[in-house]
């Protein structure tokens, strides 16, 4: 999603590469470093990360192109090298509906979008909750 990610990233690493080594020697797994090295540089590390407004530029385009029934964001971050600023897990979609209310969405449009996301998921007549299509009885 950015460009420039990359690069960031590797600037990040050339500026902390004596800390990055010396973890490496220890004998630390690369998603460790990485995880010790964003609590160690809070700031420098959420800078790493795209904005917000990529995202929705990028979901901007994709309703553009092919609509609003063939969109959905997923709350799956597992592979990705970084999420959005300000979007650190799903606690976090709340921003995304105010975000797009701004970008003029309407509510039906909205949760099309983010009920995409309910895999598996139902909504209720009164939009109270969610509910799982198939409860296990065990």
């Not at 990055?20 to 809070?42: C, F, Q, R, T, V």
């Not at 606690?91 to 209310?101: A, N, Q, R, Y």
Request: glycine letters at 4%.
């Amino acid at each position: 999603m950015d460009s420039n990610y990359t690069t960031r990233q590797k600037q990040f690493n050339t500026r902390h590469q004596h800390e990055i080594d010396s973890l490496k020697n220890l004998k630390w797994a690369s998603y460790s470093i990485e995880e010790w090295m964003a609590k160690e540089y809070p700031a420098e590390a959420n800078q790493l990360r795209p904005p917000l407004s990529m995202l929705l530029d990028h979901l901007d385009y994709i309703v553009k192109l092919a609509g609003v029934d063939h969109v959905g964001i997923g709350s799956d971050f597992d592979g990705i090298s970084s999420s959005p600023q300000q979007l650190d897990d799903v606690t976090s979609f709340p921003i995304i509906t105010k975000e797009l209310l701004k970008r003029g969405y309407k509510k039906d449009a909205i949760e099309k979008i983010l009920v995409a996301i309910l895999s598996g998921y139902s909504k209720p007549a009164n939009n109270e909750r969610f509910l799982p299509l198939h409860q296990n009885n065990n």
